[in-house]
């Protein structure tokens, strides 16, 4: 079952080198941007003059550039590495529809004979307790929770070549520094781009001091005792006087000036903003208790800014219960074992020197993030996420944090909500969960 992660470059744009060297050249070249695309076709001129930028300490210019890769096989501990980078794209294999006991997992190196016996035999159990519940009818996005950070991930990863630069970066010279697997996709997304863009990697190997720490590979503690959790919304701020900045703004758009004069105290003179205006206004949640999988599904949403602790501080003894496993005793007393097994088998690993306790993270422990997002972001969050479609645990997240957006700053968050809430009309097609008007009339009086 143990697989190894292999990445390929599936699409790079062949003028990627003369895109780039076009736009180290526009600020300084006379002619119009169409005569200086034409005039850029001497490859080894085009090389001399990136390098030169490059050194000069000017980045931007080589975000023309863009790579596509495929990511097979990988452990679910790299695929939550790479989805942190928020300047990327990304399209996952979903763990809600697609039955991962055949996928495999991910064996870290350097264990001696025993430790590796013991590693295999457990994942092996987990994989086995995951294939149990799928049996016994608990639906496959409930059934993943037990499975552990090594199961093999497939994703795709879109990105321009300045983030790349900052993604090899911080593995190489940060965080992914001592995680094996991280270094052998490094070394294979290096071989895949220097045919194609060898100037990127001396820049690469240049240390940066903001390349992040070191990942820890083992967990500051192992609780004796798990106990399920809930996860819970806190609202830690929110854009002082949101009215005033939104009228303001409204004002400046459609008159010219801003009008900083408008009471924030009622409703707002504009009921339908511009999206860029909702940009002004945003809000900062603390989300306790939330999934490993559930920071996913968070991390997936590209426009805020978001903290997620590094995963040796995810709390092993806490993890989230679905209801399809609660209303079953007999699944919940061994899916409450699997958990604490996992616990157990973790301190026997350690003793037997495991190089890395953190592939061993269960998808249903839980971490606690911090999360800012704008207005305009918000309503796009909510419409996704408040959806009946929407994974549970994300969905009730969501819906918290309206409800305590709506109590704290009606005005701007009043008609957010579900797609069918907010236009009237339900974007799912045949997969819509048919409840349309119960829908709307529910998140009305949210």
């Known amino acids: ?46 090389r001399k003059l990136i390098k030169k930028v490059f050194m000069s300490g000017h980045h931007s210019f080589i975000e023309h550039a863009v790579f596509t890769f495929a990511f097979c096989n990988v452990s679910a ?61 608990i639906p496959l996005e409930d059934a993943r929770f037990v499975l552990p950070y090594c199961f093999s991930s497939n994703f ?21 520094k001592n995680i094996p697997e991280l270094q ?42 798990a106990r399920a959790a809930e996860g819970r919304c806190e609202l830690i701020s929110c ?40 940009e002004n206004i945003n809000a900062t949640f603390a989300i306790h208790d939330v999934s490993l999988s559930g920071v996913t599904h968070l991390a997936r949403h590209r426009m805020q800014t978001i903290i997620i602790p590094p995963y040796q501080k995810a709390h092993l003894g806490r993890y989230v219960v679905p209801a399809s496993i609660m209303e079953k005793p007999g699944m919940l007393k061994r899916y409450e074992e699997a958990f604490e097994q996992n616990i157990e088998s973790i301190n026997a690993l350690r003793d037997l020197g495991i190089p890395n306790e953190l592939y061993l993270c269960l998808s249903g422990n839980t971490l606690d993030v911090i999360s800012t997002m704008n207005a305009r972001e918000y309503r796009l969050f909510f419409s996704l996420r ?47 969960c048919g409840r349309l008007a119960e829908t709307i009339e529910r998140y009305k009086t949210l």
């Open 1 to 46: 079952m143990g697989n190894d992660p292999i990445v390929k470059l599936v699409e790079a744009n062949a003028s990627n080198e003369r895109l780039c060297a076009c736009a180290a050249r526009i600020s300084t070249t006379e002619g119009t941007s169409i005569e200086i695309h034409g005039q850029s076709v001497d490859e080894a001129k085009n």
């Open 77 to 137: 501990l790299a695929e939550q590495f790479f989805i942190e980078f928020r300047l990327a794209s990304f399209t996952v294999k979903s763990r809600r529809y697609v039955n991962f006991s055949k996928l495999g997992y991910y064996v870290p190196p350097g264990m001696e004979y025993a430790c590796l016996e013991a590693y295999k035999s457990h994942v092996g159990h987990l994989f086995a307790e995951y294939r149990a519940f799928v049996d016994a009818g």
């Open 156 to 176: 795709y990863c879109t990105v321009n070549a300045r983030e790349l630069v900052h993604i090899l970066k911080t593995i190489k010279h940060g965080r992914g």
């Open 184 to 225: 052998d996709i490094y070394n294979q997304i290096v071989a895949e781009i220097e045919p194609n863009f060898p100037e990127l990697l001396d820049e690469v190997s240049i240390a940066k001091k903001d390349a992040g720490r070191e990942i820890a590979c083992h967990f500051d503690y192992v609780p004796n005792h």
């Open 239 to 278: 854009t002082d006087q949101p009215n005033r900045i939104l009228n303001a703004s409204q004002s400046l758009l459609e008159n010219g000036y801003a009008d900083y004069h408008v009471s924030g105290d009622g409703d707002p003179a504009f009921m339908h903003f511009s999206p860029r205006v909702m």
């Open 386 to 432: 408040c959806c009946n479609r929407a994974q549970w645990e994300i969905q009730g997240i969501a819906k918290e944090m309206l409800r305590m957006l709506r109590r704290a700053q009606p005005t701007p968050y009043a008609d957010m909500g579900p797609s069918c809430h907010a236009s009237g009309r339900c974007p799912e097609g045949k997969l819509s």
